[in-house]
């Protein structure tokens, strides 16, 4: 009898706590960046199923997820980090461009914040051209919060989007977007953005999609 008390207990715990996230009202700001102008910078759809390290779910982000030794980074440093190979494609005819992307799960992650994100980087090569490097802040918290609305009501996917804004203010105030670049690039400022299409109900594998908008800005003109 106390073990099925303790049980009701635990589980009326759990449901209280899960209202009280869904009913602060941060929980339903994302505080997303506004999105760039696609006809300035078209998105680049990929794939991040090839890493190492997290998966960068929400017990991840909560610092409490389980490794997965085959894919995981055994490097205690490395630990909440998740690194990949994405490739972007170009327009017709043009060579795709290979990038390195690199995330950690910020430390100052809270739900009671609203804040479950990753601090991303981005090394991104043209063959022939040059390469930029990218830094962001990636807020999960949208598609983590609907999810569990979702699960909350039995498992209704309704109210899970099929596209998620992730870019969003660093909360540390670190500067994003193009922090650096080489090559043609040289020189070059920018700002990327990021969304996260979660895989459809249906579908046989839980692969998620992913896009990228690269915005670039050459340097000033300088008149000697």
Not at 23 to 50: I, T
Not at 101 to 124: C, F, M, P
Not at 137 to 148: A, H, K, M, P, Q
Request: charge should be negative; aromatic fraction near 10%; hydrophobic fraction near 45%.
């Amino acid at each position: 009898m106390r073990a099925l008390v303790g049980v009701l207990g635990l589980v009326l715990g759990i449901l209280v706590g899960a209202c009280l996230v869904l009913a602060n009202p941060l929980a339903w700001f994302d505080g997303e960046l506004p999105p760039l102008p696609a006809e300035l910078a078209p998105a680049k759809a990929y794939r991040w199923e090839d890493y190492r390290g997290i998966e960068a779910g929400a017990a991840d982000l909560l610092g409490v997820g389980r490794q997965d030794r085959d894919a995981a980074l055994m490097d205690p440093a490395l630990r909440h980090v998740r690194i990949g190979i994405v490739v972007l494609p170009a327009g017709e005819g043009a060579p795709a461009a290979l990038a390195v992307k690199v995330s950690a799960i910020a430390e100052e992650n809270s739900l009671w914040r609203a804040q479950l994100g990753t601090h991303d980087y981005w090394n991104i090569f043209w063959p022939g051209e040059g390469s930029v490097f990218a830094s962001g802040y990636s807020n999960f918290w949208g598609v983590i919060r609907d999810t569990l609305f979702a699960a909350a009501r039995d498992g209704d996917l309704e109210s899970v989007a099929t596209a998620y804004p992730l870019s969003a203010p660093s909360p540390l105030g670190n500067s994003t977007g193009v922090t650096g670049a080489s090559g043609r690039y040289a020189r070059f400022t920018g700002e990327f953005r990021e969304q996260l299409f979660p895989a459809p109900p249906a579908a046989k594998t839980k692969d998620r999609d992913w896009e990228i908008a690269l915005k670039v800005n050459p340097p000033p003109v300088t008149v000697r």
